[in-house]
């Protein structure tokens, strides 16, 4: 039995069949679960270009694991290999995967043609150099599809790597890192067409939910973020281009869909898109809500639509780091927002270490969502709590990032405030080890040379140490 069955006859896809044996076979990478990997739209959005091309065999590949989803191929036998990396420490799985695999972790000594892509690899590409051929930077099927042209038309092993290459840095945003110091800029999508989920899959972390990317990038400009950073210029995607990109769907029939967006409130179609779910019975699910741009009239188009979670991103109780970040997100905003909705689940998203941040801000956050428990006594709070990385290009990207010790004790204090608030999970997301996502995201290329000296992270890590990071 092949070793992703389980997962395999747990999937809805609209993509066609490229099972060919004689195809060549083409490996796209997420170096974290299945779960995580079939909810990325980013990750989905490649396998599905792959699929355009009668010459491939897109096979999946999860975690640290070498074997594909699809056949248990080992990943040495796919001559391209794609990958998308969303967050910065599943590098580590990825340098497992290879080594696993016995597939060289080193460009030059490779013979696969491996491609980097991913919000991880676009934030900072320099730590990835010494390990991909070509990065991606950016974002846009577009550019995606003209990349995996040239390899279809090209293939690897047939045509050497060297002559390959130089072709793929003609695409916007395709950096060869052993041709060319210099990064490009940026590739900007200017598609139309909002991205869909192809597949649906029981084993997502949505389950069985549509995925559809309402917006593209973010309106906003909270310092901390690199959304707007890596996907501006902002833009909304009509209703009429989300509808149809739906139709697909429409046929094979959906009971879920997952509106994703940076700033999903201000769609100036939201109304419209809410109404056309509620018609179909579709519950909705959203990213997270800024309460400071919801009206009365979408309160209540939501209360019809989203009956299990509503997700706000408050990221701090204190007023003066509320002013600094620019969001005006009050516990009152939230209560009364999710007074009108009937959600089961308030999902509240906060961050501890933020730069300039004391102990009496971090207080105000413990008290603030103690408010809100208090509140919404009927209601599960799910407080997730995040610490503060720096991301290369942000406005607080050249801030350190607040030490262990500090860290420890800081989230020490929120529990302890909410300690007894029954309905209230703390959920935080913290251990010694995602300190290396610093190093990832704002390094150059020689925190990645240490990834690929060793997988052991006591050893990453005290590496890292000895070149100066507060690891
Ligand atoms: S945190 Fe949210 S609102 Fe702020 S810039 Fe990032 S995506 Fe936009």
Not at 30 to 47: D, E, Q, R
Not at 94 to 100: E, K, Q
Not at 401 to 426: A, D, P, T, Y
Request: overall charge positive; hydrophobic content about 40%.
């Amino acid at each position: 039995m092949v070793r992703g069955q389980k997962y395999l006859s747990a999937e809805i896809s609209l993509l066609p069949d490229r099972t060919k044996k004689w195809s060549v076979r083409t490996a796209h990478i997420f170096p974290n679960t299945y779960a995580a990997g079939m909810s990325n739209l980013g990750y989905l959005a490649v396998f599905e270009v792959m699929h355009q091309f009668w010459q491939f065999f897109p096979q999946r590949f999860f975690g640290a694991e070498p074997f594909s989803l699809e056949t248990g191929e080992n990943l040495a036998q796919f001559p391209i290999i794609s990958v998308s990396l969303s967050f910065e420490p599943d590098f580590l799985n990825l340098v497992r995967m290879f080594r696993r695999a016995g597939v060289p972790l080193r460009a030059e000594k490779r013979q696969q043609l491996v491609i980097l892509g991913g919000a991880g690899a676009t934030i900072n590409p320099y730590s990835y150099s010494p390990f991909a051929d070509a990065i991606f930077i950016g974002e846009g099927t577009e550019y995606i599809e003209k990349i995996f042209a040239i390899l279809a038309e090209n293939p690897v092993g047939r045509v050497p790597k060297a002559e390959i290459l130089p072709e793929l840095a003609k695409i916007p945003g395709v950096w060869v890192p052993a041709a060319d110091s210099q990064l490009p800029p940026r590739a900007i999508s200017k598609s139309e067409i909002p991205p869909v989920a192809k597949i649906l899959s029981s084993f997502a972390s949505f389950p069985n939910m549509v995925l559809v990317q309402i917006q593209r990038g973010c309106l906003f400009a909270c310092p901390f973020c690199a959304t707007p950073v890596i996907y501006n210029p902002f833009k909304n995607f009509s209703a009429e281009s989300i509808i149809s990109a739906l139709a697909p769907w429409e046929t094979a029939g959906y009971s879920r869909v997952g509106l994703v967006g940076s700033a999903i409130a201000d769609h100036p179609e939201l109304g419209e898109l809410l109404d056309y779910f509620a018609a179909r019975d579709v519950e909705v699910f959203t990213s997270s809500l800024r309460v400071d741009r919801l009206t009365d009239e979408l309160l209540k188009k939501l209360a019809h639509t989203t009956r299990h979670t509503v997700t706000f991103a408050p990221e701090t109780g204190s007023p003066h780091l509320k002013r600094q970040i620019r969001k005006d997100i009050s516990a009152e905003g939230i209560i009364s927002a999710s007074a009108k909705i009937p959600a089961r689940e308030i999902k509240l998203y906060y961050i501890v270490g933020l730069p300039g941040e004391t102990e009496e801000d971090v207080r105000l956050t413990g008290e603030e969502i103690k408010t809100i428990s208090r509140a919404l006594g009927d209601r599960k709070i799910v407080a997730s709590v995040n610490l503060f990385i720096p991301k290369r290009g942000t406005r607080w990207g050249d801030f350190p990032m607040m030490s262990h010790q500090e860290l420890v004790r800081r989230f020490g204090i929120l529990k302890k405030i909410l300690r007894g608030q029954k309905n209230v999970i703390i959920d935080v997301n913290y251990k010694r080890r995602t300190r290396i996502q610093w190093a990832l995201s704002v390094g150059g290329r020689e925190v990645g040379e240490v990834f690929l000296e060793t997988d052991n992270v006591s050893e990453i890590m005290s590496k890292l140490q000895k070149m100066g990071w507060d690891i």
